[in-house]
Nanobody, 124 residues
C-alpha cells in the first residue's frame, strides 16, 4: 500500500523554524514530484511548494518565498520542507502529496497520493 506520512509539525513562536518531513512507504519518491500544501481554518487549500523528481526544479508560493526551502533526501526516501522566519499566518495543517511525473512540478497538478497532514501553529 502506497502511503505518505508527514512529521515535524508543532507549536513555534513567530520568527522560529520548523522542518517538516514527508516519508513514503510502499514506493520510492525519486520518480515522483512532491508538493507541499497547507490549509488554514476557513480557508482554501494553498499550494506552498513543490519539487520535481530530480530535485532540479522547485516552486514556492510568493507568501513563503525566501523563507521556505524544499529538498529531497533520497537516502531516507523523504522530501523535507525547511520553514524559517515563521509567521502567524503560516499556521495551518500541512500536507505532502505525490504525483508520478518527470522533470517538472506544479502545485496545480493532479496529485495521486496524499498524507494525513501535520499541524503547524505559529503563536507567541
Amino acid at each position: 500500500q502506497l502511503q505518505l506520512v508527514e512529521s515535524g509539525g508543532g507549536l513555534v513562536q513567530p520568527g522560529g523554524s520548523l522542518r517538516l518531513s514527508c516519508a513514503a512507504s510502499g514506493f520510492t519518491l525519486d520518480k515522483y514530484a512532491i508538493g507541499w500544501f497547507r490549509q488554514a481554518p476557513g480557508k482554501e487549500r494553498e499550494g506552498v511548494s513543490c519539487i520535481s523528481d530530480s530535485g532540479e526544479n522547485t516552486y514556492y508560493a510568493d507568501s513563503v518565498k525566501g523563507r521556505f526551502t524544499v529538498f529531497r533526501n533520497n537516502a531516507k526516501n523523504t522530501v523535507d520542507l525547511q520553514m524559517n522566519i515563521l509567521k502567524p499566518e503560516d499556521t495551518a495543517i500541512y500536507y505532502c502529496a505525490a504525483v508520478e511525473v518527470r522533470y517538472v512540478c506544479y502545485t496545480s497538478m493532479r496529485y495521486e497520493y496524499w498524507g494525513q497532514g501535520t499541524q503547524v501553529t505559529v503563536s507567541s
